[in-house]
């Protein structure tokens, strides 16, 4: 099992080190990533700052078992741009192991450090039989 504490940290400094970028443009460039767990915690960190930089209250991915990948945000029913279904899959993969989850469906509180502050979020995951969802709450 990966060290959940590095993964968490390794969130935080990706959201610091993107904090100047448009999250959204980074985003829509993860499918291209060779490393795909550098590219999950890339795409976590840039949720999370889109996620604070436009007031959303929500973002789901979702993946359903025929590869499809989507992603929206509640704020508004608008579509984000796609990490592609292998990155999808160590999103999922790296989430509940952040969240310390075993079960097939769980929510957790998730505190992100983001500069001199930090950010209180709600996780959630379902494994479905046709489908798996990570939902990413702004509170």
Request: net charge negative.
């Amino acid at each position: 099992m990966k060290d959940v504490q590095n993964l968490h940290l390794k969130v935080q400094e990706l959201c610091d080190c993107f904090s100047t970028t448009d999250p959204l443009k980074e985003m829509s460039e993860i499918t291209n990533d060779e490393d795909r767990l550098e590219a999950a915690l890339k795409w976590l960190a840039l949720s999370a700052l889109h996620g604070v930089n436009d007031n959303a209250k929500k973002i789901k991915i979702k993946k359903t078992n025929d590869g499809n990948v989507s992603v929206t945000a509640e704020y508004r029913d608008s579509k984000l741009p796609s990490p592609g279904p292998d990155v999808a899959d160590q999103i999922f993969e790296v989430v509940r192991e952040m969240i310390h989850l075993e079960d097939k469906k769980g929510k957790s509180e998730f505190v992100l450090g983001l500069g001199e502050s930090s950010l209180d979020l709600k996780i959630s995951v379902k494994d479905k039989d046709d489908y798996k969802k990570v939902s990413i709450k702004f509170t």
